[in-house]
């Protein structure tokens, strides 16, 4: 039996929203922001389009 991901879509906004607030407060550009996180540049920019469902795991780093 496969389940299905749960996905709360307006969290997800938030929550990009969010962390391009702290980029742009930080003053990093997105490479750098990615850099500092620790993750892909274009993982970043899933997470803050709100097209990525991330684990609690990769937003901790």
Avoid: W
């Amino acid at each position: 039996m496969f389940k299905t991901q749960y996905r709360d879509q307006s969290y997800l906004i938030l929550l990009g929203q969010r962390l391009d607030s702290i980029r742009v407060k930080s003053g990093k550009s997105k490479e750098d922001f990615a850099e500092l996180c620790g993750i892909d540049t274009r993982q970043l920019r899933r997470i803050v389009k709100a097209e990525s469902n991330s684990s609690i795991s990769l937003l901790k780093k």
